[in-house]
């Protein structure tokens, strides 16, 4: 039998002498031994960068640069579209702009120019073939 204080494994006990079975307390040694290993394997390995620093580390591994070749194919494609955009109404555009782009659902979108949301089907659906009529001319 051996004694150990409690407070050597848990920072939050005040000390607290226990006797303890001899397998035990080899137990709560090798926990030590291993975590001891752990943190110098970490940092001979430059391992202890933390990815929430927000110095971009995090954002860079989720999220690898795009080659020039796509960052100039989505501008291309982006500019398109609002271009396609431009040549609805305004009506038109802000109905498709606030479903496709921002998300809101048809109803929202009825409830918030006080109108009956079928109204605003047509108007996307019209949007829609206009937009689909240039793009195909575009290209």
């Known amino acids: 039998m051996a004694e150990i204080n ?19 307390v080899a137990t709560l040694r090798q926990a030590e031994r291993v975590e001891s290993n752990y943190t110098r394997r970490k940092y001979r390995n430059k391992a202890y960068y933390s990815l929430d620093v927000g110095d971009g580390i995090e954002h860079d591994a989720l999220f690898p640069p795009l080659p020039s070749c796509e960052i100039y194919e989505k501008r291309w494609r982006d500019e398109l579209l609002y271009a396609a955009l431009d040549t609805l109404s305004n009506k038109q555009r802000k109905r498709v702009y606030a479903h496709y782009i ?16 079928s109204a605003v089907s047509v108007s996307i659906s019209a949007g829609l073939r206009r937009m689909e009529k240039f793009l195909r001319n575009s290209l």
Not at 104 to 116: G, M
């Open 102 to 117: 921002l998300g809101f659902s048809q109803t929202e979108i009825a409830r918030v120019e006080h109108i009956n949301r």
């Open 6 to 24: 409690l407070r050597d494994f848990y920072p939050h006990h005040t000390d607290c002498i226990v006797e303890v079975s001899d397998e035990i």
